[in-house]
């Protein structure tokens, strides 16, 4: 079973940033694409950002602009830097494979963003 294991969330105001990681346990990262999704209270979790082995990255709307994705095939990590961030950013950020997912989720890192 593949093991994710998100880090970097925090609480910050309005306009701050946070990085986020996460890391595979398995090798298979570095081929497929990947993405972070995030859960908001209350909300269906959402996918935000992701990346393909090329590094071709593709984000919604709401953060266009704002939070950049990439990845260290390297060290099966992928990162989400996240600036101006806003109160509706408030969630819970998991990384997963897009689209299917490896079958199972990591706890998530918090993101708590006040105004």
């Known amino acids: 079973q593949v093991q994710l294991v998100e880090s970097g969330g925090g609480s910050v105001q309005a306009g701050g940033s946070l990085r986020l990681s996460c890391t595979a346990s398995?090798?298979?990262?570095?081929?497929?694409?990947m993405g972070w999704y995030r859960q908001a209270p209350g909300k269906q979790r959402e996918l935000v950002a992701s990346?393909?082995?090329?590094?071709?990255?593709v984000s919604v709307a709401s953060v266009k602009g704002r939070f950049t994705i990439s990845r260290d095939n390297a060290k099966n990590t992928l990162y989400l830097q996240m600036n101006n961030l806003k109160p509706e950013d408030t969630a819970i950020y998991y990384c997963?494979?897009?689209?299917?997912?490896?079958?199972?989720w990591g706890q998530g890192t918090q993101v708590i963003v006040s105004s």
């Open positions: 990346i393909n082995r090329d590094t071709a990255a």
């Open positions: 398995t090798t298979i990262f570095r081929i497929v694409t």
């Open positions: 997963n494979q897009v689209p299917r997912g490896f079958g199972s």
